[in-house]
């Protein structure tokens, strides 16, 4: 694959990036996904970014992804991530991960569906460059697996699995919850226990982007409730971590959560950072600090010809107002859930060690 950048990059010339709107709103980025091509050689039901967005293959260049790099990553990050579309369909996927660890960043991840290690070069890597190869697995089964991302998708998949941990890479497993495999939790752990992962993280389907077309996919929030729970209480798997979205509690819960100072707005600091925000970076230019809108027009910034600009129209910053001082769950996140619960934010999740 090569480079397929149609926006304007002649602002690399200037060698710097400007984000000065971020900080003057007092957004300080310490958890970067960096969504490096939108370009993917997979279409699953599940896409929350959609296939209009995988189509047009937008990538950063590599003088572009360079520049964000050393920009957000000099005064330190405490997390990286690389993402697409396929990340590892970028073709100076190898470059990026080594200029990355020239800088001080606590976590560095990448995000594949592994079908293809497309040009990722393992012969210039040890594995230790990386923190964790995070890899995308949607069921115990082959026939579960293939019915959400494509016909020979799963063989290949569980051999790529097998090929980074026999390197030393550090592999964990993503798997997206929805109505098709909801049935086969529980085993994909077993399943991935046995490949040799150490830790799943699971999402919740969202009817967002292809999902929207498969209503089959949408999973009940009392149902989610129920699933979360069979997780929680898995054994016989000890070494095992579990990363859990909580999504669907109580109105008394969330209170509780509240009060104790356990959940906060997404927009106050990132999940993974005690001292800044995360942004979610495409190289459409859209600019998310959360995953829950990713694909709407409710980003909240704009990045062009290296400058990032605040959306001043509705946005997440202000769409979703949450306020902790009052746990009053008619202006949170989502408000009740018509089955009566409260909506968290979908990057809330809990850690479970089996």
């Known amino acids: 694959m090569k480079e ?6 002649s602002w690399v010339e200037k060698g710097f ?33 959609g296939n209009s967005w995988l189509s047009t293959g937008e990538t950063y260049s590599k003088a572009e992804a360079d520049l964000v790099l050393k920009h957000f990553a000099s005064p330190g990050l405490d997390r990286l991530t690389f993402l697409g579309g396929e990340p590892t369909l970028h073709p100076n996927i190898t470059d990026l991960i080594l200029y ?59 051999e790529n699995v097998k090929r ?17 495999n909801k049935h086969e939790t529980v085993d994909a752990v077993r399943l991935f226990s046995e490949l040799g992962a150490k830790e799943v993280n699971f999402h919740l389907v969202t009817m967002i982007g292809n999902a929207e077309k498969h209503p089959e996919l949408a999973v009940e929030p009392s149902e989610w409730v129920r699933i979360r729970k069979e997780l929680e209480s898995i054994s016989g798997m000890p070494g095992m971590t579990l990363r859990i979205p909580l999504m669907f509690i109580t109105a008394e819960e969330y209170r509780d959560l509240i009060i104790g100072k356990n959940y906060h707005p997404f927009q106050r600091l990132s999940y993974h950072s005690e001292t800044g925000q995360r942004i979610v970076l495409y190289p459409n230019g859209k600019v998310y600090m959360s995953c829950d809108l990713t694909g709407t027009d409710y980003n909240f910034a704009t990045f062009r010809d ?15 107002e949450q306020n902790p001082d009052n746990p009053d769950v008619s202006g949170d996140l989502l408000a009740l859930d018509r089955q009566g619960f409260v909506r968290l934010s979908i990057s809330y999740k809990e850690r479970v060690e089996l």
């Not at 509705?314 to 769409?319: D, S």
């Open 306 to 320: 290296g400058i990032f600009k605040l959306n001043t129209g509705i946005n997440e910053l202000t769409f979703f």
């Open 100 to 158: 990355a660890n020239e800088f001080d960043i606590k976590e560095k991840r990448i995000t594949t569906n592994a079908v293809t290690l497309g040009n990722l070069d393992l012969r210039r890597l040890k594995g230790d460059e990386v923190d964790q190869v995070s890899i995308s697995l949607d069921g115990a089964t082959k026939e579960t697996h293939e019915k959400i991302r494509g016909k020979g998708t799963f063989d290949k998949t569980v």
């Open 4 to 9: 397929k950048v149609t926006h304007n990059t």
């Open 17 to 49: 990036v400007d984000d000065s709107e971020l900080r003057n709103r007092g957004l300080i980025v310490k958890d970067l996904m960096f969504y490096i091509t939108q370009g993917c050689g997979l279409r699953c039901t599940t896409c929350y970014v």
């Open 164 to 180: 980074l941990i026999q390197r030393g890479f550090p592999v964990s497993m993503n798997f997206t919850v929805n109505g098709v």
